[in-house]
């Protein structure tokens, strides 16, 4: 019998732990033959960072050239043998859409994908590690050949990266394994029993990168889960065809896959566990109940090395350029054909990511002003056992800036409510618009399966040893433990006793935390540090090791 309680015993990946220790690590712009994510989103997967931005207008191409800089040097740190190899094949998946983008300027169009000059400044950062351009391989399943009016096309050439646009046939027809697509087996598939993505992706020893849009969609949001959608071949990467539909791939799908997600959303909607599902009709709940099946079916083969959501600015409306906005200066959309139903950009100024699709997504709902216990996704996700998180509240979300990251309750953040048509209550009496927010109160405590983390007892402090290879970038990443909330001061003194730097001197929650130490102007040497909270204390010291 599927309970909401059962949610908690499905989830198979078990609770995720707070790193032990404070850990002082190099961070720092030197190809070494390897490249690692920072080792303190390394050592959290649990955790979703947040980068704040101050971008005022979303056309100023070159400040959102410089974040995507920014956070790419930050989030992206050379590595050692247990990296990854300079080498690497790097897939990309960046959310693009090009329907109708000749009809309407750059600036209503450019809010519908994942920003090309943000994305130029992440490649251009992962660049300055050694890994070369041609070694990055933006690949998105075609619509045409209207990626020019995004920039898309200017961008890929200017960064040097390879964007192929060339996808034009099907599996058995016009498309070549190996060259074109891989196939990719399906072991615990609901829907598919193998499925076809465009090469190079999850070819062996490939990493590949998910870049995603902050906006709204008939699933919710699009983000990090629904954005891998497009690295499918035809097809395969119809994921949002009814339920009812086999979409021409009988002979790659599970035995009775349609009857399975039939009895399957059947299930669900006599226990009335996921909210929502009752809505009827083809764009019901049905729907949803197909689209996540096939969507978890793909993930659970599709491992990212990150995955992050440029929200700089997000959009409302169906994830074009529809919406529930009467056009004005402010609307992007069609003031003649669509006067009334045009869709909006909003300054949301965040880059959302963690290596945990589920967990960022969740907090991508939460931020565009939703409640995610109200999407079933989310809930399928744990009863496959391929998740247990659904509390944005009981996820570690840490604040990105300068280099640093801040446990920050998610409440903290500000919302910018995005409007979706996502499972419309207009039926059974119901008069909720077409495009609504799905902010409803929520009960995460009877399915979450996220754990309290255990915090210890004292403050605990481990260094670890430092590559401080690059004098241009002489910042040393500190990550430190907190028993408790309070007013945390870590001083690092020289063999005299003088204080050197404060890197932190503020209030901090209890948990894991990292902060920046220059070392600029310090020779080669032992240093020692102290940290202290609310009458705790640890002291310990640390070697500062530079190329002699």
Avoid at 52 to 62: C, G, H, Q, W
Avoid at 157 to 167: I, K, N
Wanted: glycine residues 10%.
């Amino acid at each position: 019998m599927y309970t909401r309680r059962s949610f908690l015993k499905s989830a198979a990946i078990g609770a995720l732990g707070l790193s032990p220790a404070i850990r002082a690590l190099g961070a720092l712009r030197q190809a070494s033959g390897f490249f690692s994510l920072h080792p303190f989103i390394e050592n959290h997967p649990e955790a979703v960072f947040i980068m704040p931005t101050s971008i005022v207008d979303k056309m100023d191409a070159e400040i959102k050239l410089k974040a995507g800089l920014a956070f790419g040097r930050s989030v992206f740190v050379p590595g050692d043998e247990s990296g990854i190899p300079l080498s690497t094949s790097i897939p990309v998946k960046i959310n693009l859409k090009t329907t109708g983008s000749d009809r309407f300027p750059l600036r209503d169009i450019i809010g519908t994908i994942a920003d090309p000059s943000f994305c130029e400044g992440v490649f251009e950062g992962m660049k300055e590690l050694g890994i070369e351009g041609r070694q990055i391989h933006i690949r998105e399943n075609p619509r045409g050949d209207s990626f020019g009016p995004y920039g898309i096309i200017d961008m890929t050439q200017r960064a040097g990266v390879d964007f192929r646009t060339d996808f034009q046939g099907e599996v058995g027809n016009g498309m070549e394994q190996g060259r074109d697509f891989n196939w990719a087996d399906v072991p615990n598939g609901v829907f598919f029993k193998k499925i076809a993505q465009l090469e190079p992706i999850n070819t062996p020893g490939s990493w590949m990168l998910n870049i995603s849009k902050f906006k709204a969609h008939g699933m919710g949001m699009t983000l990090c889960s629904k954005n891998l959608q497009g690295m499918l071949t035809r097809p395969f990467t119809h994921l949002c065809a009814r339920f009812n539909d086999d979409m021409g791939l009988s002979p790659y799908l599970q035995d009775n896959a349609l009857t399975s997600i039939a009895q399957s959303y059947e299930h669900h909607l006599k226990l009335n566990i996921i909210p929502r599902w009752d809505r009827p009709g083809d764009n019901g709940g049905n729907w949803q109940e197909a689209w996540s099946h096939r969507t978890l079916d793909h993930l659970s083969v599709t491992p990212c090395g990150l995955n992050i959501i440029e929200g700089i600015y997000g959009r409302d409306g169906d994830c074009g350029n529809i919406g529930p906005h009467p056009f004005d200066e402010d609307s992007v959309g069609d003031p003649v054909s669509s006067p009334d139903v045009t869709a909006r950009d909003f300054m949301s100024n965040y880059i959302i990511f963690g290596k945990d699709i589920f967990r960022t997504d969740i907090v991508g709902h939460w931020l565009g002003g939703h409640e995610p216990g109200n999407f079933g996704f989310f809930h399928l996700a744990i009863e496959r056992g391929m998740s247990n998180a659904l509390d944005p509240r009981k996820i570690p979300v840490y604040r990105w800036e300068n280099g640093s990251a801040t446990l920050t309750p998610v409440t903290d953040f500000k919302r910018t409510p995005l409007l979706t048509y996502y499972l419309q209550r207009d039926y059974n009496g119901g008069i909720e618009p077409q495009y609504h927010l799905c902010d409803e109160p929520f009960d995460y405590s009877l399915v979450d399966g996220i754990e309290e983390p255990k915090l210890p007892e004292k403050p605990e402090v481990i260094v670890l040893s430092q590559n401080m290879l690059n004098p241009s970038n002489p910042c040393a990443s500190i990550e430190y433990r907190l028993p408790m909330s309070g007013f945390v001061r870590l001083e690092i003194r020289d063999d005299r006793g003088r204080i050197l730097a404060v890197p932190v001197d503020d209030f901090r929650v209890g948990g894991a935390h990292m902060a920046l130490w220059d070392t600029n102007n310090c020779p080669p040497g032992a240093y020692t540090y102290r940290l202290r909270i609310n009458g705790f204390e640890q002291k310990g010291t640390l070697a500062l090791r530079k190329p002699g």
